[in-house]
T-cell receptor
């Protein structure tokens, strides 16, 4: 089964906020990541959060971490057409440092 | 240019043929990974390597072979391609000195 769970699709109007959620399984993860994949491209690191933080803000991006519930969210403020992409949350696994990914959440921004 | 380079970008091959996907990184990161991306499955780990000459299986290794004779290269070989191996393949690297994993642009492989 999947280590990381995400919902699959989100449609949002340009200028609105979008929120993407994920749950993870490994409570020992030092970092948790959000990756962005634009159409036909590879994955680029969007942002990350230390496991000892509850929140991280980076310009239009806000990451919230609830360690008790193993829940991670990404909020994009003032969503723009360039934000249309698939977003993956990921956690590194102990022992081999592999990244375990969710199935991804496709965000479509409507102009 | 610094980064991870994957080649070819696109490949069409026939069932039963051997095909090798190339991955080259310029940083000397110790860890390298191969993932495949399929609709409905997200990214699944095929093989990874912790250093030159050290490789290990991931979640879906069957039908694939890897080698890592040099730190910067991590080729992935499909010994006898099957249609189920039609996918987009991503190579990635990581080192303890970096925070995030860096991905290549991917190879889109079609097996006919």
């Amino acid at each position: 089964g999947e280590d990381v769970e995400q919902s699959l699709f989100l449609s949002v109007r340009e200028g609105d906020s979008s929120v993407i959620n994920c749950t993870y399984t490994d409570s020992s993860s030092t970092y948790l990541y959000w990756y962005k994949q634009e159409p036909g491209a590879g994955l680029q690191l969007l942002t990350y959060i230390f496991s000892n933080m509850d929140m991280k803000q980076d310009q239009r991006l806000t990451v919230l971490l609830n360690k008790k519930d193993k829940h991670l969210s990404l909020r994009i403020a003032d969503t723009q057409t360039g934000d249309s992409a698939i977003y993956f949350c990921a956690e590194p696994k102990a022992g081999n440092n592999r990244l375990a990914f969710g199935k991804g959440n496709q965000v479509v921004v409507i102009p | 240019d610094a980064g991870i380079t994957q080649s070819p970008r696109y490949k069409i091959t026939e069932t039963g043929r051997q095909v090798t996907l190339m991955c080259h990184q310029t940083w000397s990161h110790s860890y390298m990974f191969w993932y495949r991306q399929d609709l409905g499955h997200g990214l699944r780990l095929i093989y990874y390597s912790a250093a030159a000459d050290i490789t290990d299986k991931g979640e879906v290794p069957d039908g694939y072979v890897v080698s890592r004779s040099k730190t910067e290269n991590f080729p992935l070989t499909l010994e006898s391609a099957t249609r189920s191996q039609t996918s987009v393949y991503f190579c990635a690297s990581w080192d303890s000195a970096t925070v995030g994993y860096t991905f290549g642009s991917g190879t889109r492989l079609t097996v006919v």
